[in-house]
């Protein structure tokens, strides 16, 4: 069956460190990678889109890697603050371009002092 | 530029009862998405409408629910008879027609008693 896997436990870090997020899936090809945020009682916001030949991404202090062959992907904020605190979704697009979204459980990120 | 408008934003009704939901896209979307997001998961696609015409629907109850977007402008989300495990978010989001970023509204959180 069709996967898309992210941490289920909650991802707690210090101010300043660099915070990694894994997004994995099985039997899937997909077009293209999205990292979203989602605060409490908001919908999601997106950050980062990644292509299948990409291999990196950068934006500010985030970035997206992507790997094919072990059909993850990272997802990094530096220099962490504590309003980064959320919930972080992956999702994938498996129509090859008709921007049909599967998302994952999301991993939720708390950045402490 | 306005964001996606979603209403309302919190509902309560008893199962079988029916209910809607309306959603208005940022103006010049041509692609309109509903999601329903329980708690502790990610997103999940019910429809998605391409002006006013359905590009994906395999996801949706079809038996109880129900959309349209008659002037491929707004749309609307119906449920009839709710149940139980209807209690979810409901999420509507839009995007420029063939451009991978979704924008997504605050939700409607819908709770079957």
């Known amino acids: 069956s069709q996967k898309i896997e992210q941490n289920s436990e909650a991802l707690n870090i210090q101010e300043g460190k660099t915070a990694t997020l894994t997004c994995n899936y099985t039997?899937?090809?997909?077009?293209?990678l999205q990292w979203y945020r989602q605060d409490p009682g908001r919908g999601p916001v997106f950050l980062l889109l990644i292509r299948e030949n990409e291999k990196e991404k950068r934006k500010e202090r985030l970035k997206v890697t992507f790997d094919t062959t072990l059909k993850q992907s990272l997802f990094h904020i530096t220099a962490s603050q504590p309003a980064d605190s959320a919930t972080y979704l992956c999702?994938?697009?498996?129509?090859?371009?008709?921007?049909?979204?599967?998302f994952g459980t999301g991993t939720q990120l708390k950045v402490e002092l | 530029e306005a964001g996606v408008a979603q209403s309302p934003r919190y509902k309560i009704i008893e199962k079988r009862q029916s209910v809607a939901f309306w959603c208005n896209p940022i103006?010049?979307?041509?692609?309109l998405y509903w999601y329903q997001q329980i708690l502790g998961q990610g997103p999940k696609l019910l429809i998605q409408?391409?002006?006013?015409?359905?590009?994906?629907d395999s996801q949706l109850p079809k038996d109880r629910f129900s959309a349209e977007r008659l002037k491929g402008v707004d749309s609307t989300l119906k449920i009839q008879p709710a149940k139980l495990e209807d209690s979810a978010v409901y999420l509507c989001a839009s995007s420029i027609g063939g451009r991978e970023t979704q924008y997504f509204g605050p939700g409607t959180r819908l709770l079957v008693l």
């Open positions: 103006s010049g979307h041509a692609t």
């Open positions: 409408f391409q002006n006013n015409g359905v590009v994906d």
């Open positions: 999702a994938l697009d498996i129509t090859g371009g008709g921007n049909k979204l599967t």
């Open positions: 039997n899937y090809s997909p077009a293209y």
